[in-house]
């Protein structure tokens, strides 16, 4: 299935691009022919903040979705050279740009979601989390829509900085040398609070690359604050399956989620 619309993010250059490569963020739209509105997921590709895996974790993300009778858009965020916070507000500017557009794209204004990949996976988290600082720093003055998703859908995620952190996508997302402080705060089941959205989680057991510890310790957290959240740990598959691959266990995540999704009215 291919994207019906190229949406620019920004309507003149994305706000903290001062360091980076000049990229301006877009998403793409897939959008269901109805005239009954229904929930949106907004999809970002992993990539460990240098790439983006725009077909097996983007674009055909987006059209099971749809299969699956949700609206969908594929953000292409801003990666390095481009460091923190750059990511985050294009993540939190694609749920207020959905949000404003809601009643045109016959989208539930209260059903958005936010769903991530690997390092996508981490800023989805971010953008969770986050949301607030997202909001300070790049502000809807005009119609202050709101940037929190409501809800999380967290793939494979990158999600800690410590001794189960993927350094390379943290290096990538704040540079070579970041402050001990800056770690502590995009290690995201560090900064989990009460108005953290409800969450998905799927990882495998075996992931050789973004350990499984980094959904166990979201969990927990989330947990520990009173956050609903669903969590399904696959005993075998390696990093990077996207929609499952070959695997057809692995693979009932995206039936799973999309029960998930319309049991909160999504």
């Not at 993927?166 to 997302?173: E, Q, R, V």
């Not at 057809?248 to 799973?256: E, F, G, K, M, Y």
Request: proline residues 8%; charged residues 20%; contains cysteine.
């Amino acid at each position: 299935m291919n994207a019906q619309e190229k949406i620019m993010l920004w309507p003149g250059t994305a706000p903290l691009s001062e360091n980076g490569d000049g990229f301006q963020p877009y998403m793409e739209s897939f959008l269901l022919k109805t005239a009954i509105p229904s929930g949106a997921i907004i999809v970002l590709p992993g990539g460990g903040y240098t790439g983006k895996m725009t077909s097996y974790e983007g674009r055909d993300v987006c059209a099971r979705f749809n299969e699956a009778g949700f609206h969908s858009f594929m953000l292409e965020y801003r990666v390095a050279p481009n460091r923190h916070p750059a990511p985050l507000v294009d993540a939190a500017e694609a749920v207020r740009a959905v949000r404003r557009n809601a009643e045109k794209w016959k989208v539930k204004p209260d059903k958005i979601a936010i769903l991530g990949f690997s390092a996508g996976g981490h800023l989805a988290a971010s953008a969770c989390v986050h949301y607030g600082l997202a909001e300070s720093l790049a502000p809807d003055r005009k119609n202050k829509v709101s940037a929190r998703p409501d809800a999380g859908i967290l793939c494979y995620p990158v999600i800690s900085s410590g001794r189960f952190g993927h350094i390379a996508s943290f290096k990538n997302l704040l540079g070579e040398n970041p402050s001990d402080e800056l770690m502590k705060k995009m290690s995201l089941e560090l900064n989990v609070h009460k108005d953290v959205p409800p969450v998905f989680l799927w990882h495998t057991a075996n992931d050789a690359c973004v350990p499984l510890e980094n959904s166990l310790l979201f969990a927990e957290a989330l947990s520990s604050h009173k956050v609903p959240f669903e969590l399904h740990v696959y005993p075998d598959g390696p990093h990077g399956m996207g929609m499952g691959g070959a695997d057809p266990h692995v693979a009932t995540w995206v039936d799973l989620c999309a029960g998930w999704l319309k049991k909160m009215s999504f």
